[in-house]
Nanobody, 127 residues
């Protein structure tokens, strides 16, 4: 069983930056594809970014391309989401997720393919 714990959320002004971290435990970190999702109040959870197990391939939803690079550090069992040029519409609870079967290699944005989820961290961007 894999446990995922997110941190790094908070309140920031528009145009500011935050770095989210997600530490994984209970499994073999280098064998998972990893993703970040978010859920704004009153909306469905949506895909933000994903990175494959080697770190060589990344995917992003259009609204965050060029602003939210995703990265992973195997030495720390951690996946990061660097959030730059934040906008009020980025306000949401952010979740990290792990896929142990590589089903997300071709469809990284499909949340039903992820096996494990963290509890989420709140990001609030003020205008």
């Amino acid at each position: 069983q894999v446990q995922l714990v997110e941190s790094g959320g908070g309140l920031v002004q528009a145009g500011g930056s935050l770095r989210l971290s997600c530490v994984a435990s209970g499994g073999t970190f280098d064998t998972y594809n990893l993703g970040w999702f978010r859920q704004a109040p009153g909306k469905k959870r949506e895909f933000v970014a994903a990175i494959n197990r080697s770190g060589g391939n990344t995917h992003y939803t259009n609204s965050v391309k060029g602003r939210f690079p995703i990265a992973r550090d195997s030495a720390k069992n951690t996946v990061y989401l660097q959030m730059n040029s934040l906008k009020p519409e980025d306000t949401a609870v952010y979740y990290c997720a792990a896929d142990q079967s590589f089903a997300t290699s071709t469809t990284p944005g499909l949340e039903s393919l992820y096996d494990f989820w963290g509890q989420g961290t709140q990001v609030t961007v003020s205008s």
